[in-house]
């Protein structure tokens, strides 16, 4: 018996731990709420012509600035890390922000990615700068806009227009650097999944799973 529960601290708990540790402590509950009920979008142009809103969407959100295709490298990151893997689920949309008059750089780095991605779930919708630091403005965040309009940074949004993230003093997190791949791999993909998970379960709890999540 003792040679048992030796055999068990040496082997089988440091195991159990490594694990528990490697999935991180947010997979074990709900993701906070940083900014809560942060306003829809305007009547704001896209690409496509069409009406983009927050509404009924787990989005992940971008502000592209002015200088879109100088950080192009950001939106591969972010499509290779993340989107790829996730895009199917028809609930999910990835919206940037981006200034007016950067529509053709949009459309380029859209191109780009279409060469061996579905696009149908990236939304770029343009407006004036004003609208932009507006918006921004009331996400409530300690961040800011670079001169150019623009963040590395991505944020997850909930249903119900939630910004979601990390509260805790040592590791408060309201978005995700698209400029390191493995802050994406890591942090905002367990992050994510924690969103996926919460809907997933509400809606097993209310027999009305669906293919969407």
């Known amino acids: ?12 708990l440091p195991i159990v731990a490594y694990l528990f540790f490697a999935s991180g402590i947010n997979s074990f509950t709900k993701l906070p709420i940083i900014t809560p009920k942060i306003a829809d979008f305007g009547n704001w142009k896209s690409l496509k012509n069409e009406k983009v809103s927050l509404n009924n969407k787990i989005t992940i959100l971008g502000f592209s600035g002015s200088s ?3 950080n192009r490298g950001n939106f591969f990151n972010l ?10 689920f028809k609930d999910l949309q990835f919206v ?3 200034p007016l008059g950067t529509e053709t750089d949009a459309q380029k780095i859209v ?3 279409s060469a ?3 696009v149908s779930q990236w939304h770029f919708v343009f407006t004036s700068p004003e609208e932009i630091n507006a918006y921004y403005s009331q996400l409530k965040l300690l961040g800011k806009l670079d001169a150019d309009l623009g963040t590395p940074n991505v944020y997850i949004v909930d249903k119900e227009r939630n910004l ?10 309201e978005g ?8 994406l791999s890591n942090e905002m993909l367990d992050d994510f999944r924690v969103i996926l998970y919460e809907y997933r379960a509400a809606l097993k709890k209310n027999h009305n799973a669906t293919k969407q999540l």
């Open 1 to 12: 018996m003792k040679k048992n529960i030796v055999l068990f601290i040496l082997f089988v």
């Open 68 to 70: 879109i295709l100088k």
């Open 79 to 88: 499509n290779e890390k993340i989107y790829q893997q996730y895009h199917t």
């Open 96 to 98: 940037v922000i981006c």
């Open 111 to 113: 191109d780009a990615l």
């Open 116 to 118: 061996f991605t579905d």
């Open 164 to 173: 979601r993230g990390r509260k805790e003093k040592k590791g408060y997190k």
């Open 176 to 183: 995700y650097n698209t400029f390191h791949p493995a802050e």
